[in-house]
């Protein structure tokens, strides 16, 4: 069925045709792009000004909609720019029932009926909860995380969702940041990798699907930078730093088609990333050519009032608009005061009519022209939510998420009869930690708890007892837990089953609502009373398998002197328990690498493993303090970058090039032996990273270029090729271009960013 508002018999007769033009190809659209430009062009007509304005505006949910409608205040105002089609998207709007009934209102009650947009923050999972996005990022497995958003995109379109506020692609260096778990760490390579695996997932290859929702690569640009790790704050960065590092996830968001763009909260170098032109118009939709939209962060229009940068709302929304930020979240500002701006001549209405033209688009492009209820059927919706296939993908990318860090007296993994295992930790008995922050259509008392886990193992004697209290119950916002920094009357019933088991389990870490957004700490070790319950387990047992749910990296010195065993288990999801007990009893051997770099001492941080070598990086002459150092830790991370052990045993070796030269338009193949010395079949994430000795710029001592996940037999040998080229070595020069400069570089290969095999070539001009 094709859908049309009767506005009159020539607005029928073109809408009908509109509707009636449509055709299917394989690219990520439903209809050609040229196709749409014209339907768009057409619509843009038939709207006033206000509506124009209207299509840039959206607003969160603002009343129990199947309820009576409201009568005051400002949802009241709401819903009558609803009725008269000056909202073009809604948020926080969830379930077919809903969605429904604005739409409804949306398409047969406003002059033109054009649809709405629903967007949610789909960030690892509607209902069904896959691991957090920096846990997925230790997966290294780009087809695993396009799938985990293929599951959270086919849920979420079951329920109403078009539209998700994912992926985040923020750089980070600083582990004291809480949306640290929202993104995909430290490295541009990988996050740009992960960026495109992500929005393939979500979007897919063709939009006007109904399994299929617009992605958001956000926060643009450099949110990631916050001074002292403290959300919302300052980011003064270089332009290098912008070009080299934070901007290329972004860019590869662009080449993967992704349809929609958010501005960040952050001040960049001065002027408050929603108000910035550079970054949206010179950069994103200028050099980058992006073609899709832009909407801004919630309330980040009027939050340049308190930045400093605009007076008050109506400069709020000038100094917006005219930056290139399409789409208004929650300020409110556009729909108050454009139509104003135009008529003083400080808002172009051409502007306008790009932003709405940009929205517009998407709309047709989801299908939402042909049908604004495709998303909207409540059998589908009973159907798709948390179905069985779901539930095994998203314990597929959990248990390749899991990181082991520690294991020296090869604990893991466990012997599955004859033991007394015990089980420690309130995390263990979890159910509503493991589903991470920012998983707000979930429900609590959800997620499969590592004591759940644990018990489809019947051969063992497993008891548990929960130690103390991570955290003592939520504050007056729901999304913040209390931290138990005093009570330790459940110690001893934990002591005292320590003594008398052969191993201990320890689930330690922080609570899923500890990190995420307004959650950054100073202090990352384990919070609250765990560090002395471990401390104090390890006095009277020290077979000790200490298993880390958490969201970001932690100090863990202690730990990693003195407990042999440590799995890196994050906030995993609906599965975590059954993914981490597969783990570790060994019926999956765990592949997982780090996407960031943990720390020795927060006194580190920011740390990273593509640090700039100084003009003093070593000692010169016998204990000289004049050097790049500290007198109170050492340099190194605790764990670097890349870094993953396997209960297979990986032997890197025969390093080589297949010529130690190239030019412009030539490469070079650079190949390993790999070998898994063990008797137990595994994979090896074989990392490929280059350093440029001399640039026009200072260069990184190294930088990740390639990565291949090997799978190896027991006692099997493979050898592994990447290719270098050209493209492979460009960064932003004092030229202020990207280009590959002639020189001298290493290459290193191995399964982490500080052990690796290294050789060397030479990139010259050509003659």
């Known amino acids: 069925m094709k859908y049309y508002k009767l506005l009159g018999t020539s607005t029928v007769a073109f809408l009908f045709l509109l509707s009636c033009s449509s055709s299917k190809n394989n690219t990520v659209n439903y209809e050609s792009k040229s196709t749409i430009d014209k339907k768009v062009d057409s619509v843009l007509k038939l709207m006033t000004l206000q509506e124009k304005i209207g299509q840039l505006n959206q607003y969160n949910g603002f009343w129990e909609i199947t309820g009576p409608t409201p009568k005051e205040g400002q949802a009241a105002k709401k819903y009558e720019h609803l009725k008269k089609g000056l909202v073009g998207s809604m948020l926080n709007v969830k379930g077919v029932k809903d969605v429904r009934a604005l739409q409804k209102i949306a398409v047969e009650q406003t002059r033109l009926g054009i649809p709405l947009l629903f967007g949610f923050d789909v960030i690892h999972g509607y209902k069904t909860i896959s691991p957090i996005p920096l846990a997925e990022a230790a997966s290294w497995d780009l087809d695993a995380i396009k799938k985990s958003a293929e599951i959270a995109a086919e849920e979420s379109a079951a329920v109403g969702i078009n ?189 306008i009519n790009d932003a709405a033209r940009r929205i517009l688009k998407t709309k047709f492009e989801l299908g939402l022209f042909d049908n604004p209820y495709k998303y909207c059927d409540e059998k589908y919706e009973k159907e798709t939510v948390g179905k069985i296939e779901f539930q095994e993908g998203v314990l597929d990318v959990a248990k390749k998420s899991i990181v082991l860090l520690k294991n020296s007296n090869q604990l893991l993994p466990l012997k599955k009869s004859g033991q007394k295992i015990a089980l420690i930790g309130a995390l263990a008995n979890d159910k509503t930690s493991p589903l991470g922050s920012w998983r707000i259509a979930a429900d609590d008392n959800t997620a499969v708890s590592v004591l759940e886990g644990m018990k489809k193992y019947t051969e063992n004697q497993l008891t548990y007892a929960k130690g103390a209290d991570v955290s003592i119950g939520r504050t007056q916002f729901v999304w913040e837990t209390k931290i138990n920094e005093t009570d330790k009357s459940e110690f001893q019933e934990a002591i005292e089953l320590a003594k008398k088991s052969d191993v201990v389990v320890m689930v330690l870490g922080e609570h899923g609502l500890q990190t995420g957004e307004g959650r950054s700490r100073t202090d990352i070790g384990l919070p609250g009373v765990q560090q002395e319950l471990l401390e104090e387990i390890y006095k009277v047992n020290k077979n000790i398998v200490l298993v880390l749910n958490n969201g970001r990296p932690l100090t863990i010195n202690w730990a990693d002197q003195n407990i042999s065993s440590i799995v890196e288990a994050w906030q995993l999801g609906t599965q975590s328990g059954n993914a981490i007990a597969q783990v570790l009893y060994g019926d999956y051997n765990p592949s997982g690498k780090l996407p960031m770099t943990f720390p020795r001492n927060v006194g580190q941080i920011p740390i990273y493993y593509n640090y700039k070598n100084t003009g003093r990086p070593t000692m010169n002459e016998p204990d000289s303090v004049f050097w790049s150092h500290y007198t109170d830790e050492k340099n190194t991370p605790l764990y670097p970058f890349g870094y993953g052990l396997s209960y297979s045993k990986f032997e890197y070796s025969n390093l080589k090039l297949s010529s130690n030269s190239f030019t412009k338009n030539e490469k070079i193949e650079v190949s390993v032996q790999l070998k898994n010395n063990s008797n137990v079949p595994g994979k090896e994430v074989v990392q490929l990273y280059i350093r440029d000795l001399i640039g026009s710029i200072t260069r990184p001592v190294k930088e990740l270029k390639g990565f291949e996940m090997v799978q190896l037999n027991a006692n099997e040998t493979k050898t592994i090729t990447f290719t270098i080229d050209a493209k492979t070595i460009e960064f932003y020069t004092a030229n202020s271009r990207w280009e590959a400069e002639a020189g001298d570089f290493k290459v290193f290969v191995g399964g982490n960013s500080s052990q690796t095999l290294e050789t060397n070539f030479q990139y010259k001009e050509a003659n």
């Open 163 to 351: 539209w998700t506020f994912a992926p985040m692609i923020d750089i980070t260096r600083d582990a004291r940041w809480g949306r640290v778990m929202e993104g995909a760490g430290e490295d541009p390579y990988l996050g740009s990798k992960i960026a495109e695996a992500r929005i393939h997932g979500f979007q897919g290859t063709d939009l006007s699907s109904n399994k299929t929702i617009l992605a958001c690569a956000k926060h643009f640009a450099g949110y990631g930078f916050a001074e002292s790790g403290k959300d919302y704050n300052t980011v003064d960065v270089s332009d290098q730093t912008l070009q080299n590092t934070i901007f290329p996830p972004f860019k590869a968001a662009v080449a993967a088609g992704v349809r929609t763009f958010m501005n960040s909260f952050n001040e960049l170098n001065g002027i408050p990333a929603t108000g910035n032109k550079y970054l949206q118009r010179t950069i994103l939709k200028g050099e980058w050519k992006f073609d899709g939209f832009i909407v801004s962060d919630w309330g980040s229009m009027n939050e340049m009032v308190n930045h400093g940068y605009v007076k008050d709302g109506k400069q709020a929304a000038e100094v917006s608009l005219n930056a290139g930020s399409d789409m208004d979240m929650e300020s409110y500002v556009y729909v108050e005061y454009l139509e104003k701006l135009v008529s003083e001549g400080k808002v172009k209405e051409l502007d």
